[in-house]
Nanobody
Framework: QVQLVQSGGGLVQAGDSLRLSCAAS????????LGWFRQAPGKEREFVAA????????YELDSVKGRFSISRDNAKNTGYLQMNNLKPEDTAVYYC?????????????????????WGQGTQVTVSS
């Protein structure tokens, strides 16, 4: 079992940068693929980015490619979402999620219902 605690986020202006962190409890963090999702008011929670348990494979939503990057530091049991050149349409509550892929050949997942473990969410607001 893993528990996820998020930090980062806040109110920024368009063009600014933010880094979200997702700290995991337990000693098996390196067995978990991570995903980041976001949910804007009145919208469904959508996939943003994912990373394999070893950090070798990543995947990002087309609309954030080149601006957002996902990474992890398994020695620190922490995952990150670096967000650059933020836009007002990036405003949302951001969630990190984890899934144990130790016995799986799939490096990461992109669907909400594929992740059993979730962080508490953190608000990102981008003003124009």
């Amino acid at each position: 079992q893993v528990q996820l605690v998020q930090s980062g986020g806040g109110l920024v202006q368009a063009g600014d940068s933010l880094r979200l962190s997702c700290a995991a409890s337990g000693r098996t963090f390196s067995r978990y693929a991570l995903g980041w999702f976001r949910q804007a008011p009145g919208k469904e929670r959508e996939f943003v980015a994912a990373i394999s348990r070893d950090g070798e494979s990543t995947y990002e939503l087309d609309s954030v490619k080149g601006r957002f990057s996902i990474s992890r530091d398994n020695a620190k049991n922490t995952g990150y979402l670096q967000m650059n050149n933020l836009k007002p349409e990036d405003t949302a509550v951001y969630y990190c999620a984890a899934r144990n892929t130790w016995l799986s050949s799939t490096p990461y997942y992109t669907r909400r219902n594929e992740y059993p473990h979730w962080g508490q969410g953190t608000q990102v607001t981008v003003s124009s």
